[in-house]
């Protein structure tokens, strides 16, 4: 069993909700990123999602392309977010999710990719850019190596979508709480809360609902329609204020803290 499904089993044993967090690989440098994620363990998060450094991040908001743009200006590369992942693996056992786009993918060859998600402990690869359409290949690759690749269903999708989805997901499903890219946002957005009912009719997969996501209240709002909440841009915000990695560490342990201590969160 992947470390998400059996993750995801004790999160609905346990009546919790699950906290998913983001964070930017290399930004504002990798160090900081690997203890920032050691931190994130430390209080009590589900999983924690790297994203790759990538030009264009057609998904995201102004935050985190800001935070992308730093890295890359640190010349972050794949194979750094790659090398990261295997030493968090040696130290944690929640599971790791990557977020990349695919021409970092590509360019880096997907049979290498593959091979090196699997060596770097990664248990589950999101691609906001590959169509539903064309990710049988890579998805059937990384689910030969017990790697669930993580489909994105958003408010605009068909049901017609939905269904062909579901029938080839595997993990948990990543839900888009609106049409538009991540960002906070004062309420969850009424077509996020819809999503989640259509989706939940049908499947049993667990769901995760991102984009917007920043206060405690926000996710109690989601009542038993998701199973985790996805939190990035906020944690991205917390580094924007600066300083050393220790009074970022502290920032973000307050933070998350608040989640804790204000909500049955796994």
Sequence with gaps: MNRIESTFKEVKNSGAKG????????????????????AMAESGVTMVELGVPFSDPVADGPVIQAASMRSLQNKTTLAD?????KR??????????????????????????????????????IVPDLPLEESDW????????????????SPTSTRQRMITTVQKAT???????????????DAIPKEGLSLLARIRELTEL?????FGISTPQQVA??????????????????????????????????????FMSKGRFF
């Design 88 to 125: 968090l693996r040696e130290k944690l056992t929640i599971p790791l999710l990557i977020m990349t786009y695919y021409n970092p993918v590509y360019a880096y060859g997907v049979e290498r990719f593959v091979g090196e998600v699997k060596n770097s402990g990664i248990d589950g690869v």
């Design 206 to 210: 667990p769901l995760a609902l991102g």
């Design 171 to 185: 993990g948990f499903i990543y839900c888009v709480s609106t049409a538009g890219v991540t960002g906070t946002r």
């Design 221 to 258: 709002s989601l009542g038993d329609g998701a199973d985790a909440a996805i939190i990035g841009s906020a944690i991205i915000k917390l580094i924007d204020q600066g300083g050393n990695k220790e009074q970022i560490k502290d920032r973000m342990k307050t933070y998350l803290g608040e």
């Design 19 to 38: 906290i998913i967090t983001y964070l930017t690989a290399g930004y504002p440098g990798l160090e900081t990123t690997e203890e920032l994620v050691m």
């Design 138 to 153: 890579l998805a059937g690759k990384l689910q030969k190596e017990n790697i669930h690749f993580i489909y994105m269903l």
């Design 81 to 85: 977010v790659l090398s990261l992942s």
